[in-house]
């Protein structure tokens, strides 16, 4: 006779790893509905960088598949370093990226500790950031030039930064040693993020376009979302 205490532990024990199980997978392969850009900007990278290999940085990772401007890069044999400090992306950047690089920190202008505000997979740095907030984490941060300091092939062979990081791009592009970095494209998001995605965007590159053109760089394309400036 199966004794029902026991077979009822029994129960217990398997649904909580069966949920632990579940909340694995959910980490390491979160759900998909855009694969690539969010708006096809992988595809115009691609048309100005087709080299079979190179390096990439993408700041403000986030996800490794879903609206990345590097997974198609990824793929095609490129490596490079994922730089983003929300924890609860590591898992999923680690296990679907194994050939990339990851640093935790959050890209600013100066080394230290900053508010992160998290709504879903969406968070920011900025305080006057309109976002439905469900929680608030402190992050490390900081400069790009310190963080790719340890990679000086990424760093010198670059041909691509992506930097989405919710409103903090002129920060991020702040910290950047230009004598020692210089991607031949860079994609940024210039648009204020307020919540409803059906709302008009605010650009805010005005905040950082003229640093760019002061090194080189000229705008290629725009939606409004994303810019894509090449050098050169």
Known sequence: MIDSTKFH????????LIGAME????????????????????????????????????????HPVECSNTKLFYDRG???????????????LLRQRPGDFLSPLAAMDAPGFARLRVSGSVSSTRIDWDIAEQAELIVECDTL????????????????????????????????????FHPKVIVIEAAKYHGDPKAVKEDLSGEWSALLVAQGYRRHWKNELNQIWKRG
């Open 9 to 16: 532990e029994f129960q217990y024990e398997l649904r909580l």
């Open 23 to 62: 909340r694995t997978i959910q980490r390491t392969y979160p759900p998909v509905t855009v694969p690539g850009s969010q708006y096809g900007e992988d595809k115009i990278l691609a048309g100005l960088l087709p080299e079979a290999a190179g390096f990439y940085v993408d700041v403000g990772a986030s």
């Open 78 to 92: 490129w490596r490079g370093l994922l730089v983003e400090c929300l924890p609860s992306a590591w898992h999923s």
């Open 145 to 180: 030039a310190s963080i790719l300091a340890p990679f000086p092939e990424i760093r010198e062979k670059c041909s691509l930064l992506s930097l989405d990081v919710e409103g903090a791009e002129a920060q991020a592009l702040r910290g950047i040693d230009w004598s020692a």
